[in-house]
């Protein structure tokens, strides 16, 4: 008996409706005018400036994905939304769902980046993302906060004085290896309108005596030398294997002897088919960027011998990421006869 059912291409086919449902109640800011009380349909429509019989089917909607309680006729929050999905939550998600709903419309012209090889034109759907790229940096603190501690807790840095932190966008993770190794000071290289969010989040972390920042281009900046440890977190998967091997050569030029490259990314399984994170991932740098990709452990590892560094260990974090680690070797003395 056959037993082979259409239930996985069903869910895979159907993703788009939770997520457009998600999408839409940010973007009215349905879970900010609920807040820590209860709110009829009725009450909501006003409040939003929207249909009564629509708000009353999207809050239904709601309710079964667990994002809003329903008591009687009236909506609250529920303990997820409560956490992750009001603005001023400490943890809160509304950045990086406004980041991924911009995104929505370039995924639905996957078709022709598949078809030209070429990313979706820059016009479509993504404007407030060129426009405001602040919101974007912002939105990678949101979402890489947790993981930057998570990441700082598995990499030891006893003795360790210099970090130098490439691309390291609003800050999260120098603040976070500052915050683990008091020790520890850190340079920050990424494009002005992340560093103006790595200030914010730096001067609130109350670190600016421990962590400093250059603007520039990270293949035309003086990075300076000498460093214990640099980091390049999500940086790999926006360029092509050629400028990642420029990149690591730069990296590794600037670490002292003894030093380590950490190289944090999604990365892939060595045959490239997942895991699923990484993978649709990729599918997000075919979209969006020229060249951009996932890559395995042992492209980098590749990548990082050509670069004079010698691999080490591989860190794997809860997300569907990992670090590769990478040390350049200590300076020899020949005696001489």
Known sequence: MNNVTSHAIDKIAQGYRAAQVLF?????????AIGKRSMTAAQLAKTLKADQRAIRMLSDALVSLGLLLKRGPGYANSRLS?????KNSPASQQALLVHN??????????????KTGRPVPPHVGDQ????????FSRAMAASGSIQAD??????????ARRMLDIGGGPGVYAIAFAQRWPK???????CAEAIAVACENIKKAKLAGRITTLVGDAFEVDLGESYDFVLLSNVVHQYCPEWNMRLIRRAAQTLAPGGRLAIKDFILRNNRTGPVGASLFAINML????????YSVKEIRDWMCGAGLRPEGTVRLRHPSAVVLGRKPQLTVENGG
């Open 101 to 114: 709903a911009a995104l929505y419309e370039r995924w639905a012209c996957l078709f022709d980046a598949v």
């Open 287 to 294: 979209v969006n960027t020229p060249r951009g990709d996932c």
């Open 128 to 135: 407030r993302l060129r426009r405001d790229a602040i919101a």
């Open 184 to 190: 520890l000071r850190v340079t920050v290289v990424d």
């Open 82 to 86: 409560m956490s992750f999905l009001l």
């Open 24 to 32: 839409v109640a940010v973007r009215l800011g349905l879970f900010d």
């Open 150 to 159: 998570e990441t700082a807790s598995k990499i030891d840095l006893r003795g």
